[in-house]
């Protein structure tokens, strides 16, 4: 799985639409109001998943069954036990800011750093999206 | 040469890209595209302080608000070192003004384009943005939309420019070319 963060409006979808020539039906952007589809190839706006599951008292998903890989473009999947997982999970980097003044965005602002520490470490490659450029730092 | 910074407030990026100028200039005319309107004190005191760490390098101020392109009348461009700082008051100049209760949609592309014009025509530019993309407040509409507007602007540059730094604590981390220091 490639972990992609960084600012909103950074061009991080852009980044891993062009990487893995994805088509519009392979991206779930997450809600505040349900759970992703956890079997799409991308899932971006992670962060609000996480206010979901602040909300609900779960876990954030940070490790998945199997993983997908890319060859020359071409998507598939490894398999594995529980299915498998996204190629791609996308995520803004909301908590570099200032600390809200709101209880639920303070801790949804925790809990995104934890989540996104966690999914990094499970990650094969992470990559860091400023101003249009990727940074691999994983 | 071009070179695009952006990173957070205080972390001394104009310091960097000031240096960056001096480095490029080799003793062309340096210039100084002040972009600040004051609307108040903190406004004023802001700019004298600005002015003050730009004493004794020489730098030539072009009072450029908004319409950048204008200044390359009133300089030359041919040999000029420019240092646009920055970025973000320029396009609240060019999204929001006195007279209009709202923002100007189109401010964005507008101020983009400009911004590629500007790095094409002249010989050195040091463009200067406040990364402002990474905070966990909802922000209001009016707030996004000034968001996208200088994050088009920002990738307009980082896509044009020969070096992209972020600095961060006074320490650049390049994401494209290397600075010229």
Known sequence: MELVTGG???????????????????IC????????????????????????????????????GGTYCCVDGVCGYTG?????????????????????????????RELCGRTLTAL?????EVTRVFCGIPKKIK | MT????????????????????????????YYIATMQAYDDEDRLRIKRH?????????????QPTDLLECLKSSDPENGTY?????????????????????????????????????????????VSDFIYSGAEKY????????????LCDRTLARCCDAVAEISGGIPTMYKGELPL
């Open chain 1, 8 to 26: 909103a409006f950074q061009g991080k979808l852009d980044y891993a639409v062009k990487k893995y020539a994805l088509l519009e039906s392979e």
């Open chain 1, 29 to 64: 952007e997450c809600t505040e109001d349900a759970d992703p589809d956890f079997s799409a190839v991308c899932l971006t706006h992670y962060e609000r998943y996480v206010m979901r599951c602040l909300r609900e008292g779960t876990a954030p998903k940070t490790s998945f």
């Open chain 1, 80 to 108: 594995g036990e529980g299915g498998h997982g996204p190629l791609v999970i996308i995520m803004d980097d909301i908590f570099c800011g200032v600390v809200p003044a709101d209880p639920e965005l303070r801790a949804w």
């Open chain 1, 120 to 124: 990094a470490q499970n990650a094969e």
């Open chain 2, 3 to 30: 070179v695009f910074i952006s990173g957070g407030c205080k972390n001394g990026k104009s310091t960097i890209a000031e240096d960056c100028c001096l480095a490029l200039a080799k003793g062309g005319p340096l």
């Open chain 2, 51 to 63: 002015q003050k760490s730009r004493e004794g390098k020489n730098f030539i101020t072009l009072e």
């Open chain 2, 83 to 127: 240092i646009l700082d920055s970025v973000t008051a320029l396009l609240i100049n060019e999204m929001y003004s006195p007279d209009r209760p709202d923002a100007d949609p189109q401010a964005g592309e507008r101020t983009a384009k400009a911004l590629e014009d500007f790095a094409k025509s002249v010989k050195n530019a040091v463009f």
């Open chain 2, 140 to 151: 209001n509409e009016y707030t996004v939309q000034y968001q996208k507007a200088l994050a």
